[in-house]
């Protein structure tokens, strides 16, 4: 089966799942592994109360023996320990004294249209599954596409370049993105983080919250994954929409993305040139789009950067409609984050690695670690010499 995943869970529930389908036999994978991402997605300035009672961590239910894994399917389990306090309001059999329901909609978030959707007039229905509280199961599925593309010297990394009016330079942003895991805010640049910080207190102190922008850099990737041949498989389009899919991101930009629009052809366009310091390789003049030419990678760094908008649950009431009474009204305030772009930007770099990996096993699959590594060295034998017959 295609490398692929699909997750199951209530944000306040026992507990957030992860399947994921398609991983070969043969990888090396510790919880740890895993963990690490787990942990780098609770932080960030701007987080919320939840994230001081969670300490995610997976539990292997299947797919994985002795360090390894099987072939099967990987599955995964991190419980929520915040079910502890919801265990009647979340109950899955019935209870006697159920809860009010919620009935006042939220501006920005999922709970007017899932509740005419899913004819329901208690929005804690909708608002239980399309909290990013599953996206800790991505990122437990990113941690194994990760650890795969490890194995190939494919590293994954993301840096926050803007939140509120607090920016840096995306490009700049993208070649400190290793080093982000230093800041609070997950940016490079001290000052920025600092500036940064101040907007997010700035914002909460109006009992408003903000969003941002955040890079996601995919180095080492082979040139050659994804295709051009059919819309589908089309890996820009596929990372878009992946990375579109996670909860609050309202643009995907490849490379210098919608600026694009702005230059000549020469100032857009990465030159090929012929690497002769390095063997007689090819390599680029620069890295204008993004590693991604024709749905295809080109062995140039992936970059991927989104826009996240602000926290729609504020303190500052905005209006809406009581459904149960039918009358304007002001809206709820639960618990929330006042900023996550920080732990957007990790489940960014979760959702680029299971692309990447599927995109990896579609070009090199095979059932098992040892056809991957054969194919994978052959292609990339073969390719070496392309550019050797180019020379002579
Ligand atoms: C890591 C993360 C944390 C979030 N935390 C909150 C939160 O505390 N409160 C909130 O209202 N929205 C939060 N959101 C955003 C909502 O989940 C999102 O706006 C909602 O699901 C509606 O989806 P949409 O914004 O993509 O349309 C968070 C998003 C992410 C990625
Ligand atoms: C639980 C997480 O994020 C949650 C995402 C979220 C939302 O509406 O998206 C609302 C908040 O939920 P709660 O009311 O339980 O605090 C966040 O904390 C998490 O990221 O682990």
Redesign the pocket.
């Known amino acids: 089966m295609k490398f692929s995943f699909s997750t199951a869970g209530e944000?306040?529930g026992p507990g957030e799942v992860t399947l994921v389908h398609g991983v070969p036999a043969g990888l090396g994978l510790l919880a740890e592994d895993v963990d690490r991402d787990l942990a780098r997605?609770?932080q960030g300035y701007g987080?919320?109360?939840?994230?001081k009672?969670?300490t995610?961590r997976i539990e292997f239910l299947g797919g994985v023996r002795h360090g390894y894994t099987l072939g099967s399917p990987v599955a995964m389990l991190v419980r929520?320990k915040?079910y502890g306090n919801w265990e009647s309001r979340m109950s899955p059999a019935p209870v006697e004294d159920p809860p009010e329901p919620i009935t006042l909609p939220r501006p920005g978030?999922a709970d007017l249209a899932g509740m005419q959707k899913y004819a329901t007039d208690d929005l804690r229905n909708i608002?239980e599954r399309?909290?990013?509280?599953?996206?800790?199961a991505r990122v437990a599925a990113g941690g194994v596409a990760r650890k795969l593309l490890s194995e190939f010297g494919i590293r994954i990394n993301s840096a926050v370049y803007r939140i509120g009016g607090a920016a840096m330079d995306k490009v700049e942003a993208a070649r400190g993105a290793a080093r982000s895991d230093e800041s609070e805010v997950r940016c490079p640049d001290k000052e920025v983080s600092e500036a940064m910080k101040a907007e997010i207190d700035a914002a909460r102190y109006a009992r408003d919250a903000l969003g941002g922008s955040f890079v996601v850099v995919a180095e080492g990737c082979p040139p050659g994954l994804g295709s051009y041949v059919d819309w589908r498989d089309k890996l820009d389009a596929r990372l878009a929409a992946a990375v579109m899919s996670i909860?609050?991101i309202k643009g995907v930009e490849v490379g210098i993305g919608f600026d694009v629009a702005k230059y000549r052809s020469s100032e857009v366009q990465d030159e090929i040139l012929l690497d002769e310091e390095n063997g007689g390789g090819l390599s680029r003049a620069s890295n204008r789009l993004g590693g991604l030419e024709g749905g295809m990678t080109n062995g140039e760094p992936v970059v991927v950067s989104a826009a996240m908008k602000p926290?729609?649950?504020i303190a500052k009431q905005l209006r809406t409609v009581d459904l149960a009474k039918g009358e304007a009204a002001m809206g709820f305030k639960?618990?929330?984050?006042s900023c996550?772009v920080p732990?957007a930007a990790v489940i960014g770099e979760s959702m680029v690695a299971v692309v990447i990996a599927q995109a990896f096993l579609e070009k090199f699959g095979g059932d098992n670690m040892t056809d991957i590594r054969a194919s994978y060295e052959a292609y990339m034998e073969r390719i070496a010499k392309i550019v050797a017959e180019t020379k002579n």
């Not at 987080?47 to 994230?51: L, N, V, W």
């Open positions: 944000s306040h997605r609770q987080r919320g109360g939840r994230q009672i969670e995610d929520n915040d978030h608002l399309s909290s990013a509280r599953e996206t800790v909860n609050a926290i729609s649950t639960e618990r929330a984050d996550a732990a």
